[in-house]
């Protein structure tokens, strides 16, 4: 639970494709607290929703601290660009941009 989190929606299917099909939606917290009162029979499928995906955690203003690093370091603004487009998850393309930015301000 404490990495799942008990908000997290799930679907409990018993007996699939039989006579007695059922399907239970309920959030985390809400089917432990049921199936903890309730005997249960029967073959269950268990599914799960995924995670919402959060914001980055990387801003501009660090990003442009590290393109200064790299650049600093020798390494070119495109070969940059590409190393923190990898690790941020944001386009090398708005990465570049902001590298091009970097030059305006000196």
């Given amino acids: 639970?404490?990495?799942?989190g008990t908000e997290r929606p799930i679907?409990?299917?018993?007996?699939l494709t039989k006579q007695f099909e059922e399907f239970k939606r309920?959030?985390?917290?809400?089917?432990?607290?049921?199936?903890g009162s309730h005997t249960i029979k029967g073959e269950l499928t268990l599914i799960l929703a995924g995670t919402t995906p959060t914001s980055?955690?990387?801003?501009?203003?660090q990003i442009i601290e590290e393109l200064n690093q790299m650049i600093s370091q020798g390494i070119s603004r495109s070969e940059?660009?590409?190393?923190?487009a990898d690790i941020t998850k944001i386009s090398k393309r708005q990465i570049y941009q902001w590298s091009l930015q970097?030059?305006?301000?000196e």
Avoid: C, D, H, K
């Fill in 1 to 4: 639970m404490q990495i799942l």
């Fill in 56 to 61: 980055n955690p990387w801003t501009e203003a």
């Fill in 102 to 105: 970097i030059e305006e301000r």
């Fill in 26 to 35: 309920f959030t985390l917290g809400e089917a432990l607290n049921y199936f």
């Fill in 11 to 15: 679907v409990i299917a018993r007996e």
């Fill in 80 to 84: 940059a660009s590409r190393r923190l």
